[in-house]
């Protein structure tokens, strides 16, 4: 991409879609990461999405509570067996649980 291309992509992006830019310095920065720098930021991720959804989301709280689970007991992705497989049925059967309390906060 040429230095012009570049300066007209930020400029536009940062009138139209201004979290565009960080997403997109983010994908550059992850580009260069080891394998294993990549495993370790899924990793926080994904510590950081189930305690949202624990805290937030009244289907992830009533799951967690029936197996005994708690937010911690999931850090790595194969940690994710521990929760039960979900399905469009269960999703169908009671679509409220999965609004998060915290909806109005979330963009």
Same mark, same amino acid.
């Given at each position: 991409?040429?230095?012009?291309?570049?300066?007209?992509?930020?400029?536009?992006?940062?009138?139209?879609?201004?979290?565009?830019?960080?997403?997109?310095?983010?994908?550059?920065?992850?580009?260069?990461?080891?394998?294993?720098?990549?495993?370790?930021?899924?990793?926080?991720?994904?510590? &950081?999405?189930?305690?949202?959804?624990? /805290? &937030?989301?009244?289907?992830?709280? /009533?799951?967690?509570? /029936?197996?005994?689970?708690?937010?911690?007991?999931?850090?790595?992705?194969?940690?994710?067996?521990?929760?039960?497989?979900?399905?469009?049925? #269960?999703?169908?059967?009671?679509? /409220?649980?999965? #609004?998060?309390? &915290?909806?109005?906060?979330?963009?």
């Amino acid at each position: 991409m040429t230095i012009f291309r570049k300066k007209v992509f930020r400029l536009g992006a940062q009138l139209l879609r201004p979290n565009l830019l960080s997403h997109f310095d983010r994908m550059i920065q992850e580009k260069d990461m080891s394998l294993n720098e990549r495993q370790v930021r899924q990793d926080e991720k994904l510590r &950081n999405m189930v305690e949202h959804c624990y /805290e &937030n989301v009244p289907y992830y709280t /009533e799951i967690f509570d /029936e197996l005994g689970l708690k937010p911690s007991d999931i850090q790595l992705v194969k940690d994710l067996e521990k929760l039960p497989i979900l399905t469009k049925d #269960i999703i169908k059967s009671s679509p /409220e649980k999965f #609004i998060p309390k &915290n909806i109005h906060k979330l963009k």
